[in-house]
């Protein structure tokens, strides 16, 4: 049983650009979050999308955005990078309402 | 009122001691209590996780005490080892989101 899985392992960008991170859902769950986590602190809610929308959404700017397919896959686009946006980027999912969410390994995300 | 504030930030323990890491919260919405495991370079794992109505939760030597007067909730590791030096997460949830306290960096010597 696969569990969640994220691409890329690490990336390094600049300051401006914009990147894009993917994430595959544990099999079975149809619900994906993601989260910030800065070094040293706990992980942050970004957002969470359901049935290929937005469900809800923690204190990000527009800077962030997401998306679901159909096949309940996700991706995290952040756009305008600042040197702040350094961090490890974790999906999560669950199915349904479920508040049971299991973490991927993480995309580190280092801009400079 | 969506913050969850936990301590000790770190926490020495020799092996086959007891841990013990502390969390409160304050939004009487939060319904669902998960702790989770982090070790360096790796996304948080669920340990043990308990709802309001429940008093205590034990599964092997990992144990959840929930006191919901007083909106806290602690994690008692018994028998502590080495493999179990890592970060602890606790953490409250409504249906949507999580919210996560700061983290506990416990370190088990032999």
């Known amino acids: 049983d696969a569990g969640v899985t994220q691409s890329p392992t690490h990336l390094i960008k600049t300051r401006g650009q914009q990147v894009t991170l993917r994430c595959s859902p544990k099999s079975g769950h149809d619900t994906v979050s993601w989260y910030q986590q800065a070094l040293g602190q706990g992980p942050q809610f970004i957002f969470q999308?359901?049935?290929?929308?937005?469900?809800q959404r923690g204190n990000f700017p527009d800077r962030f955005s997401g998306h679901q397919y159909p096949n309940y896959s996700s991706e995290l686009n952040v756009n305008a990078l600042l040197l702040g946006d350094s961090a490890l980027y974790l999906c999560?999912?669950?199915?349904?309402?479920?508040?049971?969410?299991?973490f991927g390994p993480g995309t580190r995300l280092l801009v400079l | 009122q969506q913050q969850v504030k936990q301590s000790p930030q770190s926490l020495i323990v020799q092996k086959g001691g007891i841990s013990i890491i502390n969390c409160a919260y304050e939004?009487?919405?939060?319904?669902?209590f998960p702790w989770y495991q982090q070790f360096p370079g790796k996304g948080p794992a669920l340990l043990i996780a308990i709802r309001p109505d429940v008093s205590e939760k034990k599964e092997g030597r990992f144990t959840i005490s929930f006191n919901k007067s007083a909106k806290q909730f602690s994690l008692h590791i018994m028998d502590s080892q080495p493999g179990d030096s890592a970060t602890y997460f606790c953490?409250?949830?409504?249906?949507?989101?999580?919210?996560f306290g700061t983290g506990t960096r416990l370190q088990v010597f032999p």
């Open positions: 999308y359901y049935e290929e929308e937005e469900r």
């Open positions: 953490a409250a949830s409504r249906p949507d989101k999580l919210i």
């Open positions: 999560a999912s669950s199915l349904g309402w479920g508040e049971t969410q299991y």
């Open positions: 939004n009487t919405a939060f319904d669902y």
